[in-house]
């Protein structure tokens, strides 16, 4: 069975601080890993990671894929409160599917 | 800015009506979806299209129907409303083909609210 993993689930850390979100998947024929960032409406596309060890960056957000080990990393340093949201982690599959983790809720507290 | 259009933003309705929720794209997408989530909730995929004249059932089960007569258009059908459906309602569309998947790009959803 496809699925994608996500963790933590939730998470409230300090402004400036450094997180990391996890992503784990198992799916048939993997494509492409993705990484939004929900606020109050709809998800907004923060990455999109197609090959191993090669790190995407903006600004504070970094994400890098491991495709040996099945999972990828999201990094955001020197956090704000702005950055309080649901992250979601998405696979696309050869088969043209998409699956989503649960997400992960990040807190920063000022 | 958002190239994919939903309305309504809110609505709220009583037991037992119909209600069609829009879905625009002007990007020209091939592939559109339909996802419920409930607050704080993950999404879960309830509709999907390939193209015109194709669509199919997601991985959860709704008593929704949807259809695809114009590639930009897709369109949510409840034929009566019940207050379990209450829930946000999020769509999506991306672009078809090439060896890695295009990202999908979200509305900014309609959250419904059944009385």
């Known amino acids: 069975e496809d699925k994608v993993v996500q963790s933590p689930l939730s998470l409230v850390v300090h402004e400036g601080d450094t997180v990391t979100l996890n992503c784990s998947y198992e799916v048939t024929n993997f494509r492409s890993l993705l990484w939004y960032k929900q606020e109050k409406k709809a998800p907004t596309f923060l990455f999109m990671l197609t090959s191993s060890g090669i790190e995407k960056k903006s600004g504070r957000l970094s994400s890098i894929l491991d495709k040996k080990e099945l999972f990828s990393i999201l990094n955001i340093t020197a956090t704000q409160t702005g950055d309080s949201a649901i992250y979601l982690c998405a696979v696309t599959t050869g088969a043209n599917n998409l699956f989503f983790g649960t997400g992960t809720r990040l807190t920063v507290i000022p | 800015e958002a190239d994919i259009y939903q309305t309504p933003r809110y609505l709220v309705i009583g037991t037992g009506k119909k209600i069609t929720l829009e879905c625009s794209q002007t990007?020209?997408?091939?592939?559109m979806y339909w996802y419920q989530q409930d607050p704080g909730m993950e999404l879960h995929l309830i509709h999907y299209s390939y193209g015109v004249n194709s669509t199919e059932k997601g991985d959860l089960s709704s008593e929704s129907t949807v259809s695809r007569i114009r590639t930009e258009h897709f369109p949510l059908t409840l034929e009566s409303a019940r207050p379990s459906h209450t829930s946000q309602y999020l769509c999506a569309s991306r672009k078809q083909g090439g060896a890695y998947n295009s990202p999908l790009h979200f509305g900014n959803g309609t959250r419904l609210t059944v009385t």
């Open positions: 990007m020209g997408h091939d592939k």
